[in-house]
Antibody
């Protein structure tokens, strides 16, 4: 069974940092593109970042470019999102997703709250 | 960047009725890269349709996707109680994703 389990969400002050993790199981993690998508409370889905299967290609939404870094450890079957210089508008549930052109499996999400 | 516009914003229907949801893109792209998701309150989105018209694993055949170019449609032939939810279209291009703003299908 494919499982994606996010962790690392927390309450953080503006300007702070946080690292999200996504533990993958039930499939060959190293063969898949992975993405992060976020959803602010009561709002729609917004793509944040994507990474190819071996980590050599990364892409970011303009809103997070230069502040967020996506990475993966294929030996640990884990996807990461390092978030720096956090802003109030980064407050959202962050989902980890498997897939390249569409997401066939989603994690349950982890909540990041940026507030003083 | 391609912008996806979904209409209507809210669709009020009764169980058993047919739902037709629209997703219009600001420019044309390959049908291979259009997907639809369903999201219920408190849950992660679920993939319904990929490649504009292919149903994902386990998705009942009352869900159908169609369209090409800039105009895409998700149809639900007969609404079941569990189908009342928010639906999003999503496009893949230039190694990034774009989502529509969503259509809420609510019970009339």
């Amino acid at each position: 069974e494919v499982q994606l389990v996010e962790s690392g969400g927390d309450l953080v002050q503006p300007g702070g940092s946080l690292r999200l993790s996504c533990a993958a199981s039930g499939f060959t993690f190293s063969s898949y593109w992975m993405h992060w998508v976020r959803q602010a409370p009561g709002k729609g889905l917004v793509w944040v970042s994507g990474i190819n299967s071996d980590g050599s290609i990364t892409n970011y939404a303009d809103s997070v470019k230069g502040r967020f870094t996506i990475s993966r450890d294929n030996t640990k079957n884990t996807l990461y999102l390092q978030m720096n210089s956090l802003r109030a508008e980064d407050t959202a549930v962050y989902y980890c997703i498997r897939g390249r052109s569409s997401g066939d499996y989603w994690g349950q999400g982890t909540l990041v709250t940026v507030s003083s | 960047e391609i912008v996806l516009t979904q209409s209507p914003g809210t669709l009020s229907l009764s169980p058993g009725e047919r739902a037709t949801l629209s997703c219009t893109a600001s420019q044309s792209f390959s049908t291979s890269y259009l997907a639809w998701y369903q999201q219920k309150p408190g849950q992660a989105p679920r993939l319904l349709i990929y490649g504009a018209s292919s149903r994902a694993t386990g998705i009942p055949d009352r869900f159908a996707g169609s369209g090409f170019g800039t105009d895409f449609t998700l149809s639900i032939s007969r609404l079941e109680p569990e189908d009342f939810a928010v639906y999003y279209c999503q496009q893949y291009g230039s190694s990034s994703w774009t989502f529509g703003q969503g259509t809420k299908v609510e019970i009339k």
